[in-house]
């Protein structure tokens, strides 16, 4: 029996894996023609000012409804996006789609407004890529660099090479900030907010989940937003679910926070109406 068992488990883990490897290239396909057939959709998250209670920002959150698999997470996509160079395409999309609602709600809603987009260490760090067509493209729409939030994490400035710096440097000579990502997941070494033109520290969910009054999460939460202030960045905390977590953020001094207390990441057209509702209220 053992014997059998011992074969059974073999011949069942390398079907397995192909099976897996097929998977994800037919999903790299899918991917392959869902960016021609629009069905890549770009949601947007509420970022709100703690102080005003009010929306300031919002992240641009990818999602694909694949024809017949359903909702497929960034989490699944993102790493095929990136294996396969689609990527490239496909944050241009994100750029592009952000950049024409940006400009809208600078207009109509907040001067200051803006979006957030999310850039993965590979597609930052991509060969030959730099962010000239992002630049040429706002100055094109006289969209101000300002207008715009690049989210990056941690791991892509603990090896920095001259590129990343370069990089960093092109963005923020065009007036883009600059967001530290999913901040206290990684190796969080301080030293790097001083090397780096950071402009804001995005608190991840998993401290935000478990914070309570006097808890070692909200001694480090403090820590950090104490520590980003004096650096002069400011903080937006992650995954806020509950008035609780948001009454104690506020408390500690966070800027911005963004969560299912708020807001789901919304399609574009139901945020655009709560962002012009909250305009037209306070006119
Ligand atoms: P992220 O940048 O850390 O984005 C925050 C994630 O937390 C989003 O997941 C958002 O929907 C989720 N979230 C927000 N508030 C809450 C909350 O209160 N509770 C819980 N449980 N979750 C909350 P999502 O949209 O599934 O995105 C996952 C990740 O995929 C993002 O993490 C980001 O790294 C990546 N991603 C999404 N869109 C893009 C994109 O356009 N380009 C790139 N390169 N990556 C993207
Ligand atoms: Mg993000
Ligand atoms: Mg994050
Ligand atoms: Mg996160």
Request: charged share 20%; proline share 4%; hydrophobic share 45%.
């Amino acid at each position: 029996a053992a014997k059998g068992a011992g074969r059974n488990r073999f011949s069942y883990f390398t079907p397995a894996l192909q099976v897996a490897a097929l998977n994800r290239m037919r999903l790299t396909n899918d991917l392959r023609s869902a960016i021609k057939g629009e069905q890549l959709k770009l949601y947007f998250q509420p970022i709100v000012d703690l102080k005003t209670g009010r929306v300031r920002k919002a992240e641009a959150l990818l999602r694909w409804q694949h024809p017949q698999r359903g909702l497929v997470s960034p989490l699944e996509f993102i790493p095929l996006a990136e294996s396969s160079g689609l990527i490239v395409d496909i944050g241009q999309w994100v750029f592009n789609e952000s950049i024409r609602w940006v400009q809208r709600w600078r207009d109509v809603v907040d001067p200051d407004f803006q979006v957030s987009l999310n850039q993965s260490p590979v597609e930052f760090q991509r060969e030959g890529g730099n962010y000239d067509v992002w630049l040429r493209a706002l100055r094109q729409l006289g969209v101000p660099g300002q207008a715009i939030v690049v989210e990056i994490t941690e791991g892509l400035l603990l090896d920095a090479s001259t590129m990343v710096t370069d990089k960093l440097l092109q963005l923020r000579d065009g007036g883009i900030q600059v967001a530290l990502d999913d901040f206290g997941t990684g190796y969080s070494s301080l030293s790097y907010l001083n090397k780096f033109d950071i402009d804001y520290l995005k608190i991840d969910r998993s401290f935000v989940s478990n914070l309570a009054p006097d808890s070692s999460d909200m001694a480090l939460s403090e820590a950090i937003i104490v520590m980003a202030h004096k650096l002069g960045l400011h903080v937006i905390a992650e995954g806020v679910e509950t008035a609780q977590q948001r009454d104690l953020l506020a408390a500690a001094g966070c800027d911005y926070a963004q969560g299912y207390l708020f807001d789901r990441p919304l399609p574009v057209e139901e945020f655009d109406a709560l962002l012009t509702a909250q305009a037209g209220a306070t006119i």
